[in-house]
Antibody, heavy 120, light 110 residues
Framework: QVQLVQSGSELKKPGASVKVSCKASGYTFTTHSMTWVRQAPGQGLEWMGWINTNTGNPTYAQGFTGRFVFSLDTSVSTAYLQISSLKTEDTAVYFC?????????????WGQGALVTVSS | QSVLTQPPSASGTPGQRVTISCSASSSNIGGNTVSWYQQLPGTAPKLLIYSNNQRPSGVPDRFSGSRSGTSASLAISGLQSEDEADYYCAAWDDSLNGVIFGGGTKLTVL
């Protein structure tokens, strides 16, 4: 069965960097794009963008350019989200999710989420 | 502020039918399909409806979706206590060139 397993919670200081992983199993990794979604404490879901797992080409949503980087290691079926120059407002749960189909395709499987806390 | 507008809350008693609306513009729902996600407290979202009205395998037929013009709706019939969760609609937006989520609706089962 399809599974997305994310790395654990992180506590970081402002200005530091963090790298969240999302390991996929149960399907051919390169056949579906991987999406990243942010959920700030008590808030709704926010689409960050996705990465084409076949070509490695990332697409970033408005507001997630510059400090946010999507990457892959296809040899271990893993997608990564790296955030640099962390700010307190980056405190959130970050979810990876598999996109099924094209632009309108749903996110049919989700990781369990990774809590990133940014605090001095 | 979300481009897709959902009521912040909804409620119903066990056995009732409730609907949650999601309204927007022609650049998103009007021209693209809508998905719905259920997020139980403290868990990851789960796909509930895709392509406006399709249910993934395993999703009970108590859940149904529809779209009309620039609005979409999620209906839950035979409401159960375990349906208490946050519900989000989502769609591709041609103007923003990205996916947008509604602000979410917190469903309370009284």
């Amino acid at each position: 069965q399809v599974q997305l397993v994310q790395s654990g919670s992180e506590l970081k200081k402002p200005g530091a960097s963090v790298k969240v992983s999302c390991k996929a199993s149960g399907y051919t990794f390169t056949t579906h794009s991987m999406t990243w979604v942010r959920q700030a404490p008590g808030q709704g879901l926010e689409w960050m963008g996705w990465i084409n797992t076949n070509t490695g080409n990332p697409t970033y949503a408005q507001g997630f350019t510059g400090r946010f980087v999507f990457s892959l290691d296809t040899s271990v079926s893993t997608a990564y989200l790296q955030i640099s120059s962390l700010k307190t407002e980056d405190t959130a749960v970050y979810f990876c999710a598999r996109r099924y189909g094209g632009n309108s395709g749903p996110f049919d499987h989700w990781g369990q989420g990774a809590l990133v806390t940014v605090s001095s | 502020q979300s481009v897709l507008t959902q009521p912040p809350s909804a409620s119903g008693t066990p056995g009732q039918r409730v609907t949650i609306s999601c309204s927007a513009s022609s650049s998103n729902i009007g021209g693209n399909t809508v998905s719905w996600y259920q997020q139980l407290p403290g868990t990851a979202p789960k796909l509930l409806i895709y392509s406006n009205n399709q249910r993934p395998s395993g999703v009970p037929d108590r859940f149904s979706g529809s779209r009309s013009g620039t609005s979409a709706s999620l209906a839950i019939s035979g409401l159960q206590s375990e349906d208490e969760a946050d519900y989000y609609c989502a769609a591709w937006d041609d103007s923003l060139n990205g996916v947008i989520f509604g602000g979410g609706t917190k469903l309370t089962v009284l």
